[in-house]
C-alpha cells in the first residue's frame, strides 16, 4: 500500500476524488480572491493615509472648501484607489453645487449652512454604501468556503468509509484484514484534512478582511464628520 498523494489518489473511490477536485477548485478561487483583495485593501489603505494629510489642512482652514475640491479632482488619479477620496470627493462636489443653489436663493445664514451639510451628507452616505459594497465584492465567497468545505471533506469521508467496509465485507478481496481496509481509511481522512485545510485558510482571510473594512469605514466616517463641521463653520463663498 502506497500512502503517498499519488497513491492515495489511485487507491481513492470515484466520491473522494470528486470531493478532492472540488475543494481543490475552491481552494484555488477562494486563492483568488485573497490575492486580490489584499492588493485592493492595501492599496487602499496607503492611498486613504496619503488623502488624509492632504485634505486636513484645506478642510480645516476656513474658506478653503472649493480648493479642495479642485485639488481632489486634480489629483483624482493619485488618489484613485482610495475609497475615503472618492467619498469626500463627492461631498465636495455636491457642496458647490448645492452652495451655487442657496446661494441664489436665501442670504447667508445659518439656515442655509444646515440646509447644505444636509444635503452633502446624504450624498456622501450613498457614496459610501457603493464603496462599503465593492469592499466586500468577493468576501462572500470566502464566507461561503469557509463554511461549506468541512462538510465536502466530510463527504468525501463517508465514501471513504464506505469503500473501507466494502473491502471488509468482500472475501475476495481479503475481507478482514486490517490491510484491505487501510487505504479507505486513509482516502476518509485525506478528505476531511483537505476540507478543513481550506476551511481554515478560507476563514482567516474572511476575518482578515472584515476587520479592514471596519477600519475603512471609521476612516469614511470620520472624514465625512469633518467635512460636514467645516461647511457648518463657514458661509458658502
Known amino acids: ?107 447667508a445664514s445659518q439656515e442655509r449652512r444646515f440646509d447644505i451639510a444636509d444635503a452633502v451628507g446624504r450624498t456622501m452616505e450613498r457614496v459610501k454604501e457603493r464603496e462599503l459594497a465593492n469592499l466586500r465584492r468577493g468576501l462572500p465567497v470566502l464566507a461561503t468556503v469557509s463554511s461549506s468545505a468541512p462538510f465536502v471533506g466530510l463527504f468525501g469521508t463517508v465514501g471513504g468509509i464506505i469503500t473501507a467496509f466494502q473491502k471488509l465485507a468482500d472475501p475476495a478481496k481479503g475481507g478482514g484484514g486490517i490491510g484491505t481496509v487501510s487505504a479507505g481509511i486513509a482516502e476518509a481522512l485525506v478528505t476531511t484534512a483537505v476540507g478543513l485545510a481550506v476551511a481554515i485558510t478560507a476563514v482567516w482571510f474572511y476575518n482578515y478582511f472584515i476587520a479592514r473594512v471596519d477600519d475603512l469605514t471609521i476612516d469614511i466616517d470620520e472624514t465625512s464628520s469633518e467635512l460636514t463641521d467645516s461647511i457648518l463653520r463657514e458661509d458658502p463663498p
Do not use: C, N
Open 1 to 107: 500500500m502506497d500512502f503517498t498523494l499519488v497513491g492515495l489518489w489511485h487507491e481513492m473511490g470515484p466520491i473522494a476524488r470528486v470531493v478532492v477536485v472540488i475543494l481543490v477548485l475552491m481552494s484555488m478561487y477562494s486563492l483568488g480572491v485573497t490575492v486580490e483583495r489584499l492588493l485592493t485593501f492595501g492599496k487602499a489603505r496607503r492611498q486613504t493615509v496619503d488623502y488624509v494629510s492632504f485634505l486636513a489642512p484645506l478642510v480645516g482652514a476656513s474658506g478653503r472648501l472649493r480648493e479642495a475640491l479642485g485639488e481632489t479632482e486634480r489629483q483624482s488619479a493619485k488618489f484613485a484607489g482610495s475609497p475615503v477620496a472618492r467619498v469626500i470627493g463627492a461631498g465636495l462636489k455636491e457642496y458647490a453645487r448645492a452652495a451655487d443653489v442657496e446661494l441664489r436663493r436665501l442670504p
